[in-house]
């Protein structure tokens, strides 16, 4: 059983950065694939960000590339994304999830193949 907390969201002018964090309970958590989503009013839920359980692959929407950074710390149970370069558009509800599953960009992008969420963040950049 995994549980995890989003913290870091917040207003931020266009521009501007946000460091989004996901602690998560239990001691497996270092071998699940996570990744973030997000959610705007009136629109479906979306991929973000996924990384594999080292660390050591990363796969980012388009909307996203080179703006936004995953990471991870095992040793502290925590996925972080550095978001830089904040647009009006990236106003959203972000939300961790997890999931056992091998990573590949099928899998992550994917939210029916996720195992854990948590409640989410809000994120609001004004223009």
């Known amino acids: 059983q995994v549980q995890l907390v989003e913290s870091g969201g917040g207003l931020v002018q266009a521009g501007g950065s946000l460091r989004l964090s996901c602690a998560a309970s239990?001691?497996?958590?270092?071998?699940?694939?996570t990744g973030w989503f997000r959610q705007a009013p009136g629109k479906e839920r979306e991929f973000v960000a996924a990384?594999?359980?080292?660390?050591?692959?990363?796969y980012y929407a388009d909307s996203v590339k080179g703006r936004f950074t995953i990471s991870r710390d095992n040793a502290k149970n925590s996925v972080y994304l550095q978001m830089n370069s904040l647009k009006p558009e990236d106003t959203a509800v972000y939300y961790c999830?997890?999931?056992?599953?091998?990573?590949?960009?099928?899998?992550?992008?994917?939210?029916?193949?996720?195992?854990?969420w948590g409640q989410g963040t809000q994120v609001t950049v004004s223009s």
């Open positions: 999830a997890a999931t056992l599953l091998l990573f590949s960009p099928q899998v992550v992008v994917t939210t029916t193949k996720y195992d854990y």
């Open positions: 990384i594999s359980w080292s660390g050591g692959s990363t």
């Open positions: 239990g001691r497996t958590f270092r071998t699940y694939t």
